[in-house]
């Protein structure tokens, strides 16, 4: 199942520099996208999200940008800090409540102090 | 703030016992899920729950598989006969009626020997 994936296993950034992480899907029923953010042992925590109606949304250091054309969506942590490092699931739905959520791979950021 | 709380954190039995994995949703959600991560592996959805019926599942939920709301606050996923590869995370989650945002338990690792 590939219908979302994230082709970066990992990603390293100085504190204080941007950090952007990708995310490419493939099914066009896909119409809200979410990003996860989960620690060794724990289970994923809520981030952020888009819906398909919108191309940018923020919260405080953390944006997802969107491009429905190209497929592709991407989380950018600025200034990224060394308590962002953990695992960046993005995952994505179709706009139906209860529906299912299908994953990423995951990518591990670590951020240096 | 509200969470999703899940038990054991742990549990380990041997191949062929039935388990039982228990979640207490958020107290205001309606919609109720079990995923799983493989380790290695990306998280998997194995099934949605909503007005005491399955509303979705996966190919992974078959007939070994059963979920529960046996009270108006705990969800439970049980394993009828463990298999070697039912090994993994296991993570309840749950969203309000017409929200798409999921919420995650902090999983139950379960261990089949």
């Known amino acids: 199942d590939q219908q979302v994936k994230q082709n970066s296993p990992s990603l390293s950034v100085q504190e204080g520099r941007i950090s952007i992480l990708n995310c490419d899907y493939t099914?066009?029923?896909?119409?809200?996208f979410l990003w996860y953010k989960k620690y060794p042992a724990e289970g994923p925590t809520f981030l952020i999200s888009?819906?398909?109606?919108?191309d940018k949304n923020e919260d405080g250091r953390f944006t997802v940008f969107l491009n429905k054309s190209a497929k592709h969506l991407s989380l950018h942590i600025v200034p990224s800090q060394p308590g962002d490092s953990a695992v960046y699931f993005c995952a994505a739905s179709t706009e139906t409540s209860g529906s299912r959520l299908t994953f990423g791979e995951g990518t591990q950021l670590t951020v240096n102090p | 703030e509200p969470e999703v709380t899940q038990t054991p954190s742990h549990q380990v039995t041997q191949m062929g016992q039935e388990v039982i994995l228990r979640c207490v949703p958020i107290?205001?959600?309606?919609?109720f899920y079990w995923y799983r991560q493989i380790l290695g592996q990306k998280v998997e959805f194995l099934v949605s729950f909503y007005n005491n019926e399955i509303s979705e599942k996966s190919e992974i939920f078959d007939d070994q598989f059963s979920v529960e709301r046996p009270d108006g606050s705990n969800f439970t996923l049980k394993i009828r006969s463990t298999k070697l590869e039912d090994s993994a995370m296991y993570f309840c989650?749950?969203?309000?009626?017409?929200?798409?945002?999921?919420?995650f338990g902090p999983g139950t690792r379960l261990l089949v020997l």
């Open positions: 989650a749950s969203t309000k009626w017409g929200g798409e945002t999921q919420y």
């Open positions: 888009i819906s398909s109606i919108k």
């Open positions: 099914n066009s029923m896909f119409d809200y």
């Open positions: 107290s205001n959600h309606l919609y």
